[in-house]
């Protein structure tokens, strides 16, 4: 039996804060295989679940377990950085148990209350109606003072502890737009165009832009950690990254300004720049692992470090390679709103983020259980099934989508009538069936991920001396 470590404060949260991220995870499933369901069988579940709820449901959902999943890793990963625990961690907690009553509050009021009349009432009590945003006004406040304190528990450490490296000082520069955009969501514009124009902002910057330097410095500490990457190594990649997504960002997020009135340069523009950010990421992992390799170094948690590999090569496929493929205007005029732009979604979202926060994950219990190694088969399978149904969901919305834009966009005209018939052509059928067989697989790799997170979790038994950290100062090289 292997010995449990003692704790700061803010990892005990960052605990807490995972097994929420898991659970939501697991909603976020649920949801998503009743919306895949229904593609097929559009009567199923309704009225009780209409089909544009579920869809609120799985995307909103997707932000939150990532969200909390990205406070976790920091409240975990920072206090080694820092050399002691985060400050405000009373208010950190509140946080959470005020995170947990709103999540829960807004997905009742989705699920049985779900529209309202279009007033101010319904904007601050039902729903907003902003893709991604669909939270209710006050729940929107909640999330910016969670947001809030969040920022003042990273800064405010930064300044107690008189110690800011490389990559703590990009996380600390990255939390204010990580604040600051989301502040997007809360004008309620009567342009549409106005409101398209800064609704992107949000959407491209605070989760395509502040969350990708976010996922860098989390995946440079993991690299630490895991294989006590060279700290010059991953900090170089992490500064590379950060200009390109200032370089970059704002000149790449021209490709959601085709079709809503902007000026025609952001065409060429838009439809260059806005594949280049997850090239340094991929950068980073390739050379970590090659300085590692140079130096000998021992790998002491599988799980973390094969999830650490598939953030970085999935983030290139999915948010790269697939971005890519649909960002440029000539395609894009056919492919926008299709299943194709669906695919993109679930692969870029999976590969940017969501291999990333669970390595962060497997690296917490094997620290907070105190085990010099972790192993097994269970992790395999769970890795193999996720990634199975994750990749064959991609390629089968992916055939989906081609089928839209030729017979609906190509040869239909992007009328009513091309839509509907092109929901009814063998390719679309094909593959809107594989996408909801591919989605069991996933879930059942799901099941396989949880199951084997809290039995690593249980084998942790024996109390320590307090105030050590398994891995305090890796990284140092």
């Known amino acids: ?38 593609y097929i069988h559009p009567s199923f579940l309704f009225p009780a679940l209409a089909f544009n709820m579920v869809k609120t449901m799985h995307v909103d959902v997707l932000i939150l377990w990532l969200l909390t999943a990205f406070f976790g890793s920091l409240f975990w990963l920072l206090p080694s950085e820092f050399k002691r625990d985060l400050v405000g961690m009373r208010a950190a907690n ?23 009349p279009g007033t101010d009432k319904t904007l ?34 930064a300044v107690a502890a008189k110690r800011v490296t490389g990559i703590t000082a990009v996380i600390i520069l990255n939390m204010i737009p990580l604040f600051g955009l989301y502040m997007i969501a809360f004008p309620a514009m009567t342009n549409m165009a106005l409101d398209q124009f800064w609704w992107w902002w949000l959407v491209h910057f605070w989760v395509e832009a502040t969350w990708e ?19 010059s190594v991953v900090e170089t990649w992490l500064y590379i990254e950060v200009a390109l997504v200032l370089a970059t960002g704002v000149l790449g997020i021209g490709h959601h300004y085709f079709w809503m009135g902007a000026p025609k340069y952001w065409l060429g523009i838009g439809g260059f720049f806005s594949a280049l950010e997850p090239l340094p ?9 090659y300085d590692a390799g140079e130096h000998k170094m021992k790998m002491t948690n599988q799980p973390a470090f094969y999830w650490t590999m598939l953030e970085a090569f999935g983030n290139f496929i999915g948010a790269g390679v697939w971005g890519f493929m649909i960002t440029l205007p000539q395609i894009n005029l056919f492919a926008h709103g299709t299943q194709w732009t669906a695919s993109h979604g679930h692969l870029a979202f999976w590969g940017a983020y969501g291999c990333g926060v669970i390595s962060v994950i497997y690296l917490a219990v094997q620290e907070a259980g105190g085990h010099e190694q972790i192993g097994g088969r269970a992790w395999k399978w769970a890795f193999g099934l996720l990634n199975t149904g994750m990749y064959g969901m991609g390629g089968s919305l992916l055939i989906a989508g081609m089928a839209q834009a030729f017979y609906e966009r190509a ?24 996408r909801w067989v591919f989605g069991l697989i996933f879930t059942a790799g799901y099941a396989v991920l949880a199951g084997n997170l809290i039995a690593i979790a249980r084998r942790s038994r024996v109390p320590v001396a307090a105030g050590t950290l398994a891995v305090e100062g890796a990284g140092t090289r």
């Open 281 to 289: 990421l991929l950068g980073m992992v390739i050379h970590a692992v």
């Open 213 to 231: 330097v976010l996922i860098g410095a989390i995946v440079a500490l993991v690299l630490m950690r895991v294989m006590n990457a060279s700290r």
């Open 1 to 38: 039996m292997t010995s449990v470590r003692s704790l700061y404060s803010s990892q005990k949260l960052a605990l807490r804060y995972f097994t929420l991220s898991v659970a939501l995870f697991g909603v976020m499933i649920v949801f998503g295989l009743v919306a895949a369901t229904q």
């Open 94 to 116: 509140v946080v959470f148990w005020l995170f947990c009553a709103t999540i829960a509050a807004v997905a009742l009021t989705f699920l049985f209350v779900q529209t309202g």
């Open 411 to 434: 040869i239909g005209g992007s009328t009513f009538n091309a839509y509907v018939a092109a929901q009814q052509t063998p390719w679309f059928l094909e593959g809107i069936w594989m």
């Open 124 to 157: 601050w009590l039902i729903n907003q109606g902003r893709k991604y945003v669909e939270e209710p006004r006050w729940a929107a406040v909640v999330v910016a003072i969670g947001i809030a304190v969040f920022v003042y528990n990273i800064i405010g450490t």
